[in-house]
């Protein structure tokens, strides 16, 4: 499963370029007023200067999603925020915030019992409506990265687009993909050499260069 997890040559290329990864993360998270281009380089750390609160949500999480291009709708916004923000904190406090990725094995990601999947199931039928595939799952895992970077990573239709596709279990074949071949490792070095270790996860590096290639927004950064 570990081989077919990046189904796209181009992505594939650059991920085993390390000169271009860099480049590429760097021009991602250039802020815009220093002519970057892309708002959802602000989306791991806003506010700027502001602590994120691990077990609740708040208004900035709602914001930070916009980010990413992921309105949170007014019924979320009701939802999370104010008919239910209890429920939400709890189940982020069921959550050790030391809890990683990396450290998870990768069959526990297609059990009945994964971390946060109590969490999952409750933002995803928050988010759900329209029948518009992949809704629930993109908004929710945005949430979930807010909260826990280190251990849930985001997807979306185009990240999705360039490794397992729209319908498979995408958590357990890329944990494998990481722990295969060093590629945890090297997208570490990849993050240390653009200068962000201290603001982003290594799931976050390839969550971003994923993207990148899939929406071909790299051609903002090279041209």
Known sequence: MTKEFIRNSCLRDTLNDSSLSVELLKGYYRPIKDGGHFEGGYFDTFPPGKANDPHRFTVEDLLACSLLSADIKANGIVEIL????DRYTNLLTEIDVSKRFINIPAKAWSSKKYPGRDLYLALASAFKSGGIKNLGETRA???????????????DSVVRGMTVGPKKKYWTPFSEWLNTDNNYSKLESI???AGLEDRISVIRVFDVIAWLIGSKKYK????
Do not use: H, V
Request: charged share 35%; aromatic share 4%; net charge positive.
């Open 82 to 85: 104010i008919d239910n923000p």
């Open 141 to 155: 895992t945005k949430l979930m990265a807010r909260k826990r970077p280190e251990l849930f990573p985001i997807t």
């Open 191 to 193: 993050r240390a050499e």
């Open 220 to 223: 903002r950064i090279l041209s």
